[in-house]
């Protein structure tokens, strides 16, 4: 079982250049989420898509985008990159029917913005 | 903002010995999580406890709740090497469809034989 796969893996980035983030999960779940994860921080949300065809901030949304593509697919777009956004990048998923479930989390992106 | 705090920041211990980190949370919630996290890598879900439950079992881990004081206390007991990690705790709030987890600062803990 893959689970939730992200690519790539590792990345370096100049200050202003663009990037998407992919995300793959087969566990047939509803709801994908993108986090970030600082030094000495836990995760933050900055997009979720509670279903294929809906997206919305989380809390901290500013200088993303993101695309649900389908059900098994959510992207993370970095516009005009900042050094601010170096970071891991988590995406997680979750299976939405009945409350009181776990999400499940890739293995992350390491983004490095010089 | 994060939703909380996790304390100890960071708890060392000899392989064998229990392990206890706390979670402190401000608003209502449906459950807290407890993740762990190796070195370089995503977080695996641990447990979970609904917030009418006080008190929950799986293997070696014991969770607590309090929604009275709003915290929570995991309890690894019998460490290993292999615990070696950071612990996180999340909080979900949500009343919707979709979870909406709000994760604590962590806690990083070293098991040494």
């Known amino acids: 079982n893959a689970g939730v796969t992200q690519t790539p893996k590792f990345q370096v980035l100049k200050t202003g250049q663009s990037m998407t983030l992919q995300c793959a999960q087969d566990?047939?779940?509803?709801?994908m989420y993108w986090y970030r994860q600082d030094p000495g921080m836990g995760l933050r949300l900055i997009y979720y898509?509670?279903?294929?065809?809906?997206?919305d901030k989380g809390e901290v949304p500013n200088g993303y985008n993101v695309s649900r593509l389908n059900k098994r697919e959510f992207s993370l777009r970095l516009e005009s990159a900042a050094p601010s956004q170096t970071s891991v990048y988590f995406c997680?998923?979750?299976?939405?029917?009945?409350?009181?479930?776990?999400?499940?989390f890739g293995d992350g992106t390491r983004l490095s913005i010089l | 903002s994060q939703q909380g705090e996790e304390d100890p920041q960071a708890l060392s211990i000899q392989e064998g010995e229990n392990a206890t980190m706390n979670c402190s949370y401000k608003?209502?919630?449906?459950?807290l999580q407890w993740y762990r996290q190796n070195s370089g890598r995503g977080l695996v879900h641990l447990i979970l406890?609904?917030?009418?439950?006080r008190e929950k079992h799986s293997g070696r881990l014991r969770v607590t709740l309090d929604t009275s004081k709003k915290s929570s206390s995991l309890l690894i007991t019998a460490s290993r090497a292999a615990d070696t990690a950071s612990y996180f705790c999340?909080?979900?709030?949500?009343?919707?469809?979709?979870?909406?987890?709000?994760f604590g600062t962590g806690t990083r803990l070293q098991v040494t034989l």
């Open positions: 999340a909080t979900d709030g949500n009343t919707g469809t979709a979870s909406k987890l709000t």
């Open positions: 608003t209502s919630i449906n459950n």
């Open positions: 997680a998923s979750y299976r939405t029917r009945g409350l009181n479930q776990p999400q499940h």
């Open positions: 406890i609904r917030s009418n439950e």
């Open positions: 898509s509670a279903s294929e065809g809906t997206t």
């Open positions: 566990m047939n779940h509803n709801s």
